[in-house]
């Protein structure tokens, strides 16, 4: 198989999240993102590697028998968002729901085979179930109109307006469209990710499914001076008064603008200003009631949430036996959502998050919900473990898509406690940390996935992991970071890796080439002659500081440094 290579053939399984597998005329297996099962397409083939071929999707010739006549969005297809619109939900819940045991049947030892794979649950709302949308300012195509709303399907630079989005509701339609005729009408110009100038960037919709509140958040750059006779004050006050004057009374919470110049395409707060109202919302989840900020954690789809949790607090209630005198740690806490709701079945619960916002969010939440036995510390994970002087009884983790560090999984392992429940938002990463979590005596009890994310390929999952038998207070369990399979993250972590972690927690593409000049910056060992320049004085193309930043982020995230 050569690179450019046109395959055609028929779709016939798809691996997490989105990958469908089409076995070539000559056999090989070739990797085509976006397809479907069933489809007969064809694909470009783009990347062959160590025997793995990927191919880009260019036409589907014939529908998959599984797809419905008519898929449920108008935008489907052209929109980068929803991959799997065009089946039955019933489809996607089992297609995600094999998809997570193949996985975890991959690393399952001999002795969990008999583990409890239950049922998938369905989200409440297989449509409108979103609580949050970061949409993008562009153009359709080059120096056509201004538009906002989703990247196009495989387009880095392209955004389709996604006025009739089938996964959020008539709220989000109605202030994306009034906010697109705003600033169309007075030809203001988006941020272009290559030129690096202009004005407009993404724009973010936070809507509470169970209050009706709604947080907007208009994200520019700091360059006003396309702005033409409006000032930017100006521009923005009739903004506001659109918005105000065009949504229901009393539902939208706040209207906030946050100044953002970096290169990196992903929504970071800079400075946010308060343009009307507040910079927060309720929702509620179980009869509590959270406060939102607009960049700290908070699951996308309420009513799935509801769902998610009370799965985890059921495997929670299996486990947990003389409740009243149990110390639980909720590691990876966000705003606090698992602790609290956990609050009144423990005698303390501990919340372990990284972002400073979200602990402050979740130390107010729990006071607004009057729980008095709930503590939230602010840092990493891998650090904070070593500070803190209770022990617990019983772990939930609800790590990020990457799983959880090699190093700080050691650490909780440690703590030797009889059930931990795992929540994990990425199969991929939940499978590798149960191959260690089994290696260190960990059996899987039970998994059950809950679809949070109707039309797409991602789901969550939750584990219930015991010691079984084994009296861990009695046991001293040795092992080291030797003995651990840590080949994913050492300096060994792939340049493939290190370039998926950038691009997912920057938006930022980085080259190979810069990824070895950081290396040696780092004093990282550099394969032999791996991208050194030809002669002494040839000039390479140095990496900006963002993307070292980000480079140095990933080198971090892998324990490289
Ligand atoms: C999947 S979310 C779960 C949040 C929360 N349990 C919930 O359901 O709302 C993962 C959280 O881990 C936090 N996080 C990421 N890396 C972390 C680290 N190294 N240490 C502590 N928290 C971290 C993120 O900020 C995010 O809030």
Redesign the pocket.
Known sequence: MKKGQIVEGIIERVDFPNKGILRAEDGTRVIVKNAIMGQKVSAAVNKVRKGKCEGRLLEVLEKSALELPEPGCVHYGICGGCTFQSLPYEEQLSMKEQQVKDLIDAVITEENKGYEFLPIKASPRPKAYRNKMEFSFGDEYKDGPLALGMHKRGSFYDIVNVGECQIVDEDFRRVLKITLEYFKERQIPFYHKLRHTGYLRHFLVRKAAKTGEILVDLVTTTQTDGLGAETESILLDGWVKALCEETYDGVLKGILHTKNDSVADTIKNEGTDILFGQDFFYEELLDLKFKITPF????TNSLG?EV??QTAREFIGDALDDEASQTVF??????????QILSPVAKKVI?????EE?VVAARENAALNGLTNCEFIA????K?IDKIEEKPDYI?L????DGI?PK?LEKIIRYNVPQMVY?S?KPTSLARDLEVLQARGYKVKKVQCVDMFPSTGNVETVVLLSKGEVDSKKIRVEFSLEDMDMSEFQDGATYPQIKEYVLEHTGLKVSNLYISQIKRKCGIRVGKNYNLPKSEDSRQPQCLPEKEKAIREAFKYFGMI
């Open positions: 700290s954690f908070f699951q949430a998610l949790y909720d590691l990876y806490s966000g705003t606090g959502t698992i602790a919340g372990v998050e990284i972002v979200a840092g990493d994970v891998l904070v939930v609800d790590p990020p898509r560090h700080a929540i938002c």
